[in-house]
């Protein structure tokens, strides 16, 4: 959309992520990155940190199941690109707080200092939110889903995309 602020972030998740779910239904997976700039200081011959930015972000729909199914542990080095939110609320103690969220559109691991197999999930065509039947086999359904997790089946190709393994593009 025009006009909105984007962002991309890399850094590490400080805990797993959280899936809830909206009264209509639609999932919702929320979860912190934490980025730190380092710069090399010639003075000292040594790298320095600069102040560490905690952005709060949201996942939502199929995505939203994915990342909580995926995310699931503190220090995962991720990449994320978004859009800017900011909403604003009331506190309990009757307060009104501004808060600015990454409303995440796209997100993986960085390859830097690791690797990762990549697995397809299946759609479950009732607009990314589980059933009530899918709810109690969500872990079982999607247990090889996890980056560096179990390798893709055999079937599957290098963008795990079927046996041709041909980019989507």
């Given at each position: ?44 011959n ?33 990449i ?19 808060v600015i969220e ?12 690791a690797?990762a ?28 889903a996890?980056?560096g997790?179990?390798p893709?089946p ?11 393994g041909?980019?989507?593009?």
């Amino acid at each position: 959309m025009a006009n909105e602020t984007t962002l991309t972030i890399i850094g590490n998740t400080t805990g797993p992520a959280e899936l809830r779910f909206t009264p209509a239904g639609a999932a919702v997976a929320n979860f912190t990155i934490a980025s730190t700039p380092r710069t090399f200081d010639k003075n000292s011959n040594e790298w320095k940190d600069g102040a560490t930015l905690f952005m709060r972000c949201s996942a939502w729909r199929e995505m939203a199941e994915n990342v909580a199914e995926t995310l699931d542990q503190k220090g995962m080095r991720v990449i994320a690109s978004g859009r800017l939110t900011q909403r604003e609320y009331e506190a309990k103690d009757g307060t009104k707080r501004t808060v600015i969220e990454l409303e995440v559109d796209e997100i993986g691991p960085s390859l830097k200092y690791a690797n990762a197999k990549v697995t397809r999930t299946q759609k479950t065509g009732n607009g990314g939110g589980f059933s009530s039947s899918d709810v109690n086999r969500a872990g079982a359904a999607n247990a090889n889903a996890t980056w560096g997790g179990n390798p893709a089946p055999a079937n599957a190709g290098t963008w795990g995309n079927g046996p041709t393994g041909e980019a989507p593009f």
